[in-house]
């Protein structure tokens, strides 16, 4: 069993997929190429946003955005201890100290009643991650950031296509970012990510940024990076944009068979109603992880844990808060695990996954009759 199946979803759209990588070879426009603006102008159609700028992976599109906004050293950004490194990393980079607010332990998204606390004369941005695929509290959030004059970022890396209130992630403040790393609900070959905003200004200057700070040809009246998106990574995203929508669906129908099949005998990652999840990872919270990813492993089923350290124990990071100041983060730490999750997970996978780890919990499977109950 895979974790996540990019075979099986490269077979299922080998010929749209293939098209379009040949194309760019025949055109030979490897840099830049006419699918770079073509990806941008249909993922800005398809957030609402009035701009997206395509970068090199998500962690440029967070150091880009940080640039764009004039981050600088000295600065502060609040942001989640739960994440993938790239989030306080681009922090970071630049000089600036990431304040770390603890999370919420039904969501493991940030917790918006701990962030106002953390805002100093020295903070410039809230920096939220969507993390599983779920949004954050972004209205909150916005709210916050409004009253004290700072600019959101969403880290909507794991959460391309989720709603929230009727909106797209990465469409929910000032600016959005993603991933198309290829394990993401929407991925590519290789990396790549890209940048929402429909501020004028901040778009102009990310485009500048990416082009090493080009106004245009040699002309450079910015700091910037080499943070383009390449034309093949760009064209395979186009391809995968065809069956997205269907995709979504199909990992909805996997993650609601989980919870049937969980519901009352495992605790979950908790969704709120008023948005959605694209369920970048399927994750259970439990104790005995070990012992039960071994079970799991013996099994022949992969798990992965997202994630076990949260950012402010991390060895590189420690100096930037005490190890004790967010408790919630250093708990689910400790009790994550995501399960294998896709489209293309079939129903009897998806059984033989909560059959063995309801018996190492030593809970039985739920009966006909309550799998039909527990139906949405």
Known sequence: MEFIDLKAQYQAMREGIDARIHAVLDHGQYIMGPEVAELEERLAAYTGARHCITVASGTEALLISLMAIGIKPGDEVITTPFSFIATAEAIVLLGARPVFADIDPATCNIDPGLVE?????RT??????????????????????????????????????ATYRGKKSCNLSAIGCTSFFPSKPLGCYGDGGAIFTSDDDFARAMREIRVHGQ???????????GGRMDTLQ???????????????????KVAARYDALFSGRLGKIGRTRDRSSVYAQYT??????????????AAGIPTAVHYP????????????????????????????????MGPYLDPAATTHVAATLLAAIGEQMPSRGDLLASSP
């Open 234 to 252: 760009c064209a395979v995203v186009l391809a995968k944009l065809e069956r997205f929508e269907w995709e979504l669906g199909q990992r909805a």
């Open 309 to 340: 350290v949260p950012m402010h124990m991390q060895p590189a990071y420690a100096s930037y808060t005490e190890p004790d100041a967010c408790p919630v983060a250093l708990d689910m730490a400790g009790k994550v695990m995501s399960l294998p």
């Open 124 to 161: 410039r941005a809230i920096m939220p991650v969507s993390l599983y695929g779920q949004p954050a509290d972004m209205d909150e959030i916005n709210g916050i950031a409004s009253r004290h004059g700072l600019t959101v970022i969403e880290d909507a890396a794991q959460s391309f296509g």
């Open 284 to 297: 259970v919270v439990l104790d005995e992880r070990e012992r039960l990813q071994a079970v799991l492993h």
């Open 215 to 225: 106004s245009r040809r040699y002309v450079h009246t910015r700091i910037g990076v």
């Open 117 to 121: 606390a953390k805002i100093t004369a």
